[in-house]
């Protein structure tokens, strides 16, 4: 008997098996979830269908979280196909290069509006599409990805740590709204780990070493660390935490000097 069996899931971010929300989904589906997976873009088509086809009775459907008829067209989906939702996965983001690595005064308009759009607007677009889904399984459990970069000036991460830090915030004014019905809305904060999103951070070899320096367990996370953290916060087992955004990062955010 799995934790979750009888259970489903929607998993947006997997781009390859080093993402996260591969990581995540994993460690679901161990448990008995059901999975359905989306994919940006035709690119990403194979890789994603050729993961999804490791686990049991999985769903593939295309979405590019910036199309609101794309997004329609996944749920309805996952509703004729699944009948339910429980847990829904956010793992996505993204920035122009150019805004990344130019000195953070120098960030675009256009920029700006692209990394919000995708990075933080997207949490609450997907969390309000799956809100009649969740209502089918009594309540639901949402889970994005965030990094310190939102709380702190981390060289290097620039645009992206505004837009998480407006990520954040999201999470705690849908917390805050869909609580009572009994739809929760969390974080994790990951250390950094070595994915193709992670690789448009300038200098993010160094970032690796320094964070396995400092951090008080001295080494980096592992996506399956990840992973798990992933499923306690989409399981029943955290049943009675929202809004919380909660640092898997081996304790590097707990150290001063
Ligand atoms: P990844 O490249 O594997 O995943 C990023 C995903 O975002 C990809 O699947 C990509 O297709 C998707 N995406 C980008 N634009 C999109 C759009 N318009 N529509 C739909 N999907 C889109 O990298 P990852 O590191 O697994 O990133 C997942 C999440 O984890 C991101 O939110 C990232 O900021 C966060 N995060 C990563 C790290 C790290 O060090 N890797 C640390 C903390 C938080």
Known sequence: MGLLDGKTGLIFGVANKRSIAWAIAQALS???MRLAFTYQGERLKDGVDSLANTLPDSLVLPCDVTNDAEIDSVFASVDKELGRLDALLHSVAFAPREDLENDFV?????GFKTAHDISAYSLVALTRAALPLFEKSGGGSVCALTYY???KAVEGYN??????????ACVRYLAANL???NVRVNAISAGPVNTLAARGIKGFTSMLHHHAERAPLRRNVELEEIGNAGLFLLSPMSSSITGEIMFVDSGYNIVGL
């Open 159 to 168: 645009l992206m740590g505004v837009a998480k830090a407006s990520l954040e």
């Open 149 to 151: 970069g939102a709380e």
């Open 30 to 32: 161990r448990e008995g």
């Open 179 to 181: 609580g009572p019905r």
């Open 106 to 110: 120098n960030t675009s308009r256009e």
